[in-house]
């Protein structure tokens, strides 16, 4: 079945730095889409991307849909330590496939 | 108040108990998900369902059943608990297209002894 590689696995940064995440298929994806998890709270959604080459912003936060539709990366400008947490890639064909495959999600730790 | 409502948001049970984790929303979404999450194993759906006569399994839905009292209500029960069903379990909605994304509740922590 599909498999998403998420990388890295955890990062450790100061304040003010910007942070890259990425994740890769070996399956093509319809939907891209950006998940933050904060300590004791679910999974809560940041961006969605629709279309190959697509570039979407949310603030600080931009996403791209990668052009071979295997892969999307999250970068975050200018660390706050409210960013702290774990965030989740996920990808759909879409069509008629129900299915949501997840990355294993990357621990991000903001030092102030 | 939340989209997406989960009870109990944490519970200690022991073996061979039977488990009801419920899960209510006011997004109107028909289909709605659960999954369970385990460190370093992310996110996996257990059962999922389109609309309330419509009851479908997921990747490791052994141990584990649903029941869709309505649109806005979707329960997964563990009828023998055991302890590697030790878990944060979320209920999601969606929207009835099918790239529409995935919203969650806060979870349940479930451990069990």
């Known amino acids: 079945g599909q498999q998403l590689n998420q990388s890295p696995q955890s990062m450790f940064i100061q304040e003010g730095e910007d942070v890259s995440m990425n994740c890769t298929s070996s399956?093509?994806?319809?939907?891209w889409l950006w998940y933050k998890q904060d300590p004791g709270e679910g999974p809560v959604l940041l961006i969605a991307l629709y279309k190959a080459g697509e570039l979407t912003s949310n603030g600080r936060l931009t996403a791209q849909f990668g052009i071979t539709r295997k892969d999307s990366f999250l970068n975050i400008s200018a660390s706050i330590p409210s960013d702290v947490g774990i965030y989740f890639c996920?990808?759909?064909?879409?069509?008629?496939?129900?299915?949501?495959?997840f990355g294993k999600g990357t621990l991000l730790t903001v030092n102030p | 108040d939340a989209d997406v409502t989960q009870t109990p948001r944490n519970r200690i049970t022991k073996t061979g108990k039977r488990i009801m984790l419920e899960c209510s929303q006011t997004k109107g979404h028909d289909r709605m998900y659960w999954y369970r999450q385990d460190p370093g194993l992310g996110l996996r759906l257990i059962y999922y369902?389109?609309?309330?006569?419509?009851?479908n399994k997921g990747e490791i839905s052994d141990g584990y059943s649903v029941s869709r009292q309505a649109q806005a209500k979707f329960s997964l029960s563990l009828e023998s608990a055991i302890p590697n069903q030790t878990a944060l379990y979320f209920c999601?909605?969606?929207?009835?297209?099918?790239?529409?994304?995935?919203?969650f509740g806060d979870g349940t922590r479930l451990s069990i002894l």
């Open positions: 999601a909605t969606s929207g009835v297209y099918s790239n529409q994304p995935q919203h």
């Open positions: 399956s093509i994806f319809n939907t």
């Open positions: 369902s389109f609309d309330v006569k419509d009851i």
């Open positions: 996920a990808g759909h064909l879409g069509g008629s496939n129900y299915k949501l495959t």
